[in-house]
């Protein structure tokens, strides 16, 4: 276990609201780490962070073996050097089937020339099929995937991200809006990826959390309030007083 | 390869089956073949119109596909134009000049020729001098090149400095907007050397063609302008079908999920909207020889803004609903305001088409985007029976639930 992505001491005001207040996280590959803490405490703004969405005012967010920092970097070249994210609201493009919203999320070349003139790749519709097998999709492949429910629309996206084959993967509120049996579903998916790669989960659902069995961090007011276990973290004072109210 | 690609695009096929049939019809019709059924200046005007028509395409493709309202695709289209303008006019005004001189007992000498040709093209604003803008004009192919790579580099260095600092939406047009004005308005200045106003005239005399009649000259230039759309169609038809299409159509729907999928949006806005203007260009290039005359009114917003309407109207986001569209009102277009339309007698006013054709227009564009988003091109959705679903559902996920037909109507 090698650490893949540092937070370090970062901070972000919005409008003189600090969002993150010194914030510090370490993500290790492999790795499965979920992130709780109550709204409005950052978590949705660290994963803006991490994939060049929001840039902080300090702090530093370096990535991978080389230590790159990614402050520097735009979206599409974070997500090109191996971050994927899915949205708290499911976006796939719905106006496209499920198998060109998978093709499109495919590892590849990304150029407007390379897209536009190397047409088919090998293997391409076997990596597709593994996936849309993955997520449970194969028989939807050719529906426009505007068609689908709420619960596979988050599959789908779960599918675009495993399709683009990053080595971290941010995944906010993978469960909402989904029923008991999709959300075992999806605590599979999520602990085979994390098998191979990092993921880290943004999640309100404590139940959800426990089912992933990992490593727990919580966020409080734009820093962290605790780490370690889900036991471990429960236990904590501050995070009974912070989840129930003082 | 091509036979997938044919394959996956019906409509291709279809598109160049009906467009060989329509050349092939007004060929036999026209007066240089013989029936004549079809005027000379009608063939100009046909001709004309499938130029417009592949500037449309382009811009559905700018627009429709890729999402970026560009109300500039008429100004590179004018671009085109002057760039082909300028040699027709110096070749055809060296030619005059050498038999003129001829007359006269000393050969003239090269000074003598250019100042000549200078004092002819430029009398009309009070000049003879070559500006420097026309320092090419002398080459054919040095001025075809420029009919691409002009609205080429102009979208390039437009189109970087506009996406680069993400300018989107209603901005963006406002912005090409912008540019197309002042492209117009340094046609207008006769210091630019474009003989301002006045334009570029007598582009329909083709050197070297003397000796053909204008009935032949724009049979020619009908199959030119055919051919330019067939193969216009193909490759935009190529452009937006496979991945490629996926992803504009993506940045079209939704920018900011692209990016985070790892594509520089940028680039492949800048590409499409170079690419498309290069091909406006061109259109334009097609377009002004069977016009006859370009001048700076050609390239002013408005002219991009009816570009749109026609989009608009055929139905965004298919090549084909840009193609009926632009023919359709631009062919309507002169009808109304040819004269030839009828006018309607109401009693009390006269309807005079040449003065409310606008209206009318105005008023079809308002309808069309109220009630028909799809344009003329949903007809051929409503003819494929592509309906869509139903999504209003059952009660429960489970057969034995109640079924739709036994709940009570909410």
């Given at each position: 276990m090698s650490t893949l992505l540092e937070v370090s001491g970062v901070s972000v005001t919005f409008d003189g609201f600090r969002a993150i207040n010194n914030l510090s996280i370490q993500i290790a590959e492999p790795e499965l780490r979920a992130v709780i803490g109550p709204n409005g405490a950052g978590k949705t703004t660290f994963m803006d962070i991490v994939t060049g969405k929001t840039k902080p005012d300090e702090g530093r967010v370096v990535?991978?073996?080389r230590g790159d920092s990614l402050l520097g970097m735009s979206e599409s070249q974070i997500a090109q050097a191996g971050i994927g994210r899915k949205f708290q609201k499911p976006t796939v493009f719905e106006a496209q089937t499920v198998r060109e919203n998978i093709a499109m999320a495919l590892k590849n070349k990304r150029g407007p020339f390379d897209v536009l003139l190397r047409?088919?790749?090998e293997n391409r519709e076997d990596r597709i099929r593994a996936i849309s097998d993955e997520i449970g999709l194969t028989d939807a492949l050719d529906q426009q995937s505007g068609s689908l429910s709420h619960g596979q629309k988050q599959w789908l996206e779960i599918g675009m991200l495993l399709a683009q084959d990053p080595r971290l993967l941010l995944v906010d509120e993978p469960a909402a809006g989904m029923t008991p049996a999709e959300r075992e579903h999806t605590t599979d998916l999520l602990v085979r990826a994390a098998k191979t790669r990092a993921v880290v989960v943004v999640e309100h659902d404590m139940e959800f959390v426990r089912r992933l069995n990992c490593k727990v961090t919580v966020l409080?007011?734009?820093?962290?309030l605790a780490e370690g276990s889900l036991d471990h973290v429960t236990k904590n004072k501050d995070v009974v007083d912070v989840y129930l109210g003082r | 390869m091509k036979n997938t690609f044919i394959a996956r695009n019906p409509s291709v096929l279809w598109f160049l089956a009906g467009l060989a049939i329509f050349t092939i019809l007004v060929t036999i019709m026209s007066e240089a073949t013989g029936f004549g059924l079809i005027s000379t200046s009608f063939l100009k005007t046909l001709g004309k119109t499938l130029?417009?028509?592949l500037v449309a395409i382009a811009m559905d493709v700018v627009w429709g596909y890729c999402g970026i309202l560009s109300l500039g695709h008429f100004a590179f289209f004018g671009i085109g134009g002057y760039a082909i303008g300028m040699w027709l006019m110096y070749a055809r005004t060296e030619g005059i000049v050498l038999t003129s001189l001829k007359a006269n007992a000393l050969p003239p000498t090269a000074t003598e020729i250019t100042d000549a040709i200078g004092g002819q093209i430029f009398g009309v604003v009070g000049s003879s001098d070559f500006p420097m803008?026309?320092?090419?004009?002398?080459?054919?192919?040095?001025?075809?090149l420029a009919v691409i790579l002009v609205p080429g580099v102009l979208a390039l260095v437009f189109g970087w400095l506009a996406f680069r600092s993400r300018v989107t939406g209603v901005y963006l047009s406002i912005l090409t907007q912008a540019m197309t004005l002042a492209l117009s308005l340094y046609f207008f200045q006769n210091d630019t050397g474009l003989r301002g106003n006045n334009g570029l005239s007598g582009l329909q005399n083709i050197p070297g063609l003397e000796d053909q009649s204008q009935a032949v000259v724009s049979l020619w230039f009908f199959w030119a302008s055919a051919?330019?759309?067939?193969?216009g169609y193909v490759l935009f038809a190529y452009v937006v079908s496979g991945k490629f299409g996926s992803v504009i159509r993506a940045i079209r729907d939704n920018e900011a999920r692209v990016r985070f999928l790892g594509y520089h949006v940028e680039h492949y806005k800048l590409?499409?909207?170079?690419l498309t203007a290069m091909i406006a260009g061109v259109a334009g290039a097609l377009y002004y020889p069977q016009a006859g005359i370009i001048n700076p009114a050609e390239i002013a917003p408005i002219a991009s803004i009816y570009l749109a309407v026609w989009v608009a109207i055929g139905g965004r986001g298919r090549l084909y609903g840009a193609v009926i569209g632009a023919a359709l009102v631009s062919l309507l277009s002169s009808w109304f305001t040819g004269g030839s339309a009828p006018n309607i007698n109401l009693g009390f006013y006269v309807i005079k088409w040449t003065d409310w054709w606008l209206v009318l227009l105005g008023l079809s564009f308002v309808l069309v985007t109220l009630f028909f988003p799809k344009g003329i091109g949903g007809i051929f959705d409503a003819l494929a029976k592509k309906?869509?679903?139903?999504?209003?559902?059952?009660?429960?996920?489970?057969?034995?639930a109640w079924r739709n037909e036994e709940g009570e109507p909410s």
């Open positions: 990535f991978g073996d047409r088919k790749t409080h007011e734009g820093s962290v | 130029c417009l028509c803008i026309w320092a090419f004009s002398h080459s054919l192919p040095l001025q075809l051919i330019a759309l067939a193969l590409f499409v909207f170079t309906t869509p679903p139903n999504r209003e559902g059952d009660f429960g996920p489970d057969k034995g």
